[in-house]
């Protein structure tokens, strides 16, 4: 038999398609409740493949945060630059930035080679009650990265700060505030009620074409570390996974998605145990 009938035949693969890429710019929680390392895990949890820029190192745990060592402008530049260089990224999250020169840096970043989705989660209060960033920071939010997102996260709180105001109490009070939100220049608010009292915390999501409720029940659970953050990212990797010539209505349904995504880890977090504290929601729940 000759050597050219011993050929090895062509394999065909199946077509897949191609995992998105998800951008995290956020600060590192070694507890991994929250931060980078909450983000990640979220990417991982809804098939996307996660990436990081890390905004600042912390000392904290599941009961309080000890310390705070903020990373350079110059360094999430390079960061930032470098990956957006080799990684074509379909969706960004972005968690608290604490001075405005970091947020001009990232503003100047995305906006020479911007993913197609932008998520902010403007943390800017502390379970605490007690305002995280100064009010060059609150303005840098306000004024540089809201306009950039496509999509914002605030809870009650923190869509006081945003606005100057007092902070929400009651379904009234968030119907009335949110259009002064969507007036900042986001399409997509997801105003957060779970702050709100009684057994429900809905949110009140707001779109180029209306407004509507996203209700849920409250689950009694103290594991409420990194909620913002997990939901946030949960967005970013949702919006990823659409279509590129995706609608409104896809854009929703991947927000509402998030949402539930986030209901069912809150769910499960009575499945884990880390720390003292306020413990972590279960992001692998449906995977462990």
């Given amino acids: 038999m000759s050597t050219s009938a011993m050929s090895t035949p062509t394999l065909s693969r199946p077509t897949e398609p191609r995992l998105r890429n998800v951008l995290t710019i956020a600060g590192s929680d070694p507890s ?13 949890a809804l098939g996307t ?11 904290q745990n599941t009961c309080g945060v000890a310390a705070v060592y903020p990373v350079s402008p110059q360094a999430i530049r390079h960061q930032l630059e470098h990956l957006l260089s080799d990684v074509a990224i379909d969706a960004v999250k972005i968690g608290m930035v604490a001075s ?4 001009e840096v990232i503003a100047e970043v995305l906006r020479q080679q911007r993913p197609r989705w932008i998520v902010l989660d403007p943390v800017m209060v502390a379970k605490s009650g007690d305002i995280l960033v100064d009010d060059a920071g609150i303005r840098a939010v306000k004024e540089i990265l809201v306009p950039l997102a ?4 605030p809870n009650l709180p923190e869509a006081a700060v945003l606005l100057d105001g007092t902070t929400p109490a009651s379904l009234e009070d968030m119907e009335a505030l949110l259009p002064q939100l969507v007036a900042l220049g986001a399409p997509y608010v997801v105003l957060k009620g779970g702050h709100l009292r009684g057994d429900t915390c809905p949110d009140l999501l707001a779109t180029p074409k209306g407004h509507q409720w996203l209700p849920a029940s409250r689950i009694a659970t103290e594991n409420l570390h990194g909620t913002g953050c997990a939901l946030s990212s949960a967005m970013a990797a949702c919006l990823a996974k659409l279509p590129e010539d995706a609608g409104e209505e896809a854009a929703e349904q991947a927000i509402m998605e998030a949402k539930q995504w986030l209901y069912d880890a809150l769910a499960a ?5 880390v720390g003292k504290g306020r413990g972590p929601v279960h992001h692998f729940h449906a995977w462990w």
């Fill in 32 to 44: 991994g409740g929250a931060g980078i390392q909450a983000d990640l895990k979220t990417f991982s």
């Fill in 49 to 59: 493949y996660g990436t990081s820029v890390i905004t600042a190192l912390t000392a």
């Fill in 100 to 103: 405005r020169v970091v947020a």
């Fill in 150 to 153: 496509d999509v914002i996260t």
């Fill in 269 to 273: 977090s009575h499945r884990l145990s």
